[in-house]
């Protein structure tokens, strides 16, 4: 099943680390990321092998090849970064999906080496994503930054101080500039496990440098975030948001 070794040609590979290094073994937030367009019907149907029953039905569901092929990369991918970076899990893990649009989790148990291990995917039309940590809670995002937005959502979506920002960008687009907004926004949301049932106007994040910049007690202010965001060199925006696990 396993004939490929993890990262190979395609899937990029970052370390990330909170500013102050005060993660202990330094780099606990891993992300992988796999453009999926020029995949291989021989590496399709290895990265295939790797998702369960449950994951092989849901593949089945998708009306459009490239949605589904996106879907299976970045459940594949996951699973492979989950092997390679925390070998003493026990194998093959279970990922159980979320109960009512809530966030999958590891199943029995994340527990690994005295931590515990969370994860997110993302997955867009040409790419696959996926972010691991240990003792952080983690959301990915990522979007393609050619997509047009409806900017009129902004005000239905982005806070005050969001929307505000949106009017005072002037060297991007209105649709990278409202992407750079909704990727943090969404990863945060996914770090946090609501997904985009939160109501999205209790908290204002920004880009450059990313970060949090004012939230309501119910989105774990009282806890230490983190945010980083880039583009990818194929025309994607990633954005990963990570805080401090409960103790
Ligand atoms: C989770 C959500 C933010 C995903 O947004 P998206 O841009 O469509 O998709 P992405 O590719 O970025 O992420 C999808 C992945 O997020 C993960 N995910 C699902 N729910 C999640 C949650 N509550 N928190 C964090 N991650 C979640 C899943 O792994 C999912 O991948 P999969 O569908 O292949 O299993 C969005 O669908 C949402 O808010 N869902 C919650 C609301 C909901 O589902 N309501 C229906 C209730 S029955």
């Known amino acids: 099943m396993n004939q490929l070794t993890f990262p190979w040609a395609g899937i990029e590979r970052q370390a990330l680390a909170f500013d102050d290094e005060s993660t202990p073994g330094g780099a606990a937030i891993d992300v992988s990321t796999l453009p999926t367009e020029a995949l291989s019907g021989g590496e399709m149907e290895l990265l295939r092998s790797w998702l369960n029953d449950e994951e092989n039905g849901r593949a089945e569901r998708f009306l459009h090849g490239e949605d589904r092929r996106d879907f299976v990369a970045a459940h594949a991918l996951l699973r ?3 092997r390679d ?3 003493d899990l ?3 893990a279970t990922i159980a999906a979320g109960e009512q649009g809530g966030k999958p989790r590891l199943s029995p148990t994340g527990n690994c ?3 515990t291990v969370d994860f997110n995917i993302s997955h867009t039309r040409g790419m696959a994503a996926c972010v691991t940590a240990k003792d952080h809670d983690v959301g990915i995002d990522c979007e393609p930054l ?3 937005v409806d900017v009129a959502l902004a005000e239905a979506c982005f806070s005050q101080l969001e929307c505000e920002w949106l009017e005072t960008q002037r060297s991007l687009t209105p649709s990278i500039a409202f992407l750079h907004l909704w990727t943090l926004k969404e990863a945060m949301t996914k770090a946090l496990g609501t ?3 939160i109501d999205l106007k209790t908290f204002s994040v920004l880009p450059f440098p990313p970060r949090l910049v004012e939230t309501s007690p119910d989105t774990g202010a009282q806890r230490r975030w983190a945010f980083w965001q880039w583009p990818s060199k194929d025309g ?3 954005a990963v948001a990570a805080r401090d ?3």
């Open 245 to 247: 696990r409960d103790t």
């Open 146 to 148: 050619a997509r047009k």
């Open 90 to 92: 026990l194998f093959p």
């Open 236 to 238: 994607f925006i990633l």
């Open 195 to 197: 997904g985009l049932t």
């Open 113 to 115: 080496d005295g931590g």
């Open 80 to 82: 492979m970064q989950l």
């Open 85 to 87: 970076r925390f070998p």
